[in-house]
């Protein structure tokens, strides 16, 4: 594992990215995301500061995946849930690394539905 992380030649997402819901709420920044990147792994914080519906929020996710061939895919779930509120995401990275697009899949427990919400992520600092 250390001699791949070393010699791990594919772009780095690892970073602070400003988090968008891509259809709901165009054009307004709703959260962040941290990543954490060791070669393929992923790990890191997702805050959500907007909901779907607009409203002021504070959740925190935390999540591991994977980042390879220009796809990330992770698992996430809520740190003060556990277990309970969980998800998963697929994005594409694309515009030379400074923007990740995709689904975050979830279940919504008031409406008692699985969601798919289409987002998008910028990189901060670029």
């Keep these: 594992p250390w001699f791949r992380h070393i010699t791990y030649r594919e772009t780095k997402v690892s970073g602070k990215w400003d988090s968008y819901y891509s259809h709901s709420m165009p054009g307004k920044k709703i ?51 556990p277990g309970l509120a969980l998800g998963t995401v697929y994005l594409t990275l694309d515009n030379n690394g400074k923007k990740m697009t995709g689904y975050t899949h979830y279940y919504n427990e008031d409406k008692k539905e699985t969601v798919s919400e289409e987002v998008a992520y910028l990189k901060k600092g670029i």
């Design 31 to 81: 959260g962040k995301l941290v990543i954490k990147q060791k070669a393929t792994k992923l790990s890191g914080i997702a805050t959500v500061y907007k909901n779907r519906e607009g409203q002021d929020s504070d959740r925190k996710f935390s999540f591991t995946g994977s980042y390879g061939s220009g796809r990330l895919v992770a698992f996430y779930e809520d740190k003060k849930t």
